[in-house]
């Protein structure tokens, strides 16, 4: 079983219906990230699989137009380990996600609405926070 929801069809079903994509690129070595624009649901196949089998823009990839260069995001689809109810979120340490949401709080279209797409199972009754991380708005998942 994967870690986290696939969102290829997600992808798919966004260029469907004719709005932007934007996915991240993450900087190793460091928690930056950036949101560049994919062109159409096939660009999915250009990207390079990153060591944490994560497809991303390659590094020299500098055509794709950043999300904070432009008007910003309306949504993100946050990944994580564990999830509780309250909205904090687990992920893998870097603080990624937190940091580039930090980016869009100072953004004049201020800081997107945040979906986390979980399975059942990580669902917890809490995880561990610091004062760094950010909640999610909404956690979807399958509640059999």
Not at 35 to 55: C, F, G, V, Y
Not at 87 to 92: I, K, M, P
Not at 97 to 107: A, E, I, N
Request: charged share 30%; proline share 6%; net charge negative.
């Amino acid at each position: 079983m994967p870690d986290e929801i696939q969102t290829e069809e997600i992808i798919k079903d966004i260029f469907k219906q004719g709005k932007e994509c934007f996915i991240p690129r993450y900087k190793p070595h460091s928690n930056h990230m950036d949101m560049l624009k994919l062109s159409s649901a096939e660009d999915i196949s250009s990207l390079t699989l990153t060591s944490w089998n994560i497809l991303q823009p390659s590094d020299d990839d500098s055509a794709r137009e950043e999300a904070l260069a432009g008007g910003g995001l309306d949504l993100i689809f946050m990944p994580g380990l564990g999830f509780d109810k309250k909205g904090n979120r687990l992920g893998r340490g870097k603080g990624y996600y937190d940091t580039y949401l930090g980016r869009c709080m100072k953004h004049p279209s201020g800081k997107p609405y945040t979906i986390a797409l979980a399975f059942r199972e990580q669902i917890c009754e809490s995880v561990p926070v610091t004062e760094n991380d950010v909640q999610v708005d909404e956690i979807l998942y399958e509640d059999c």
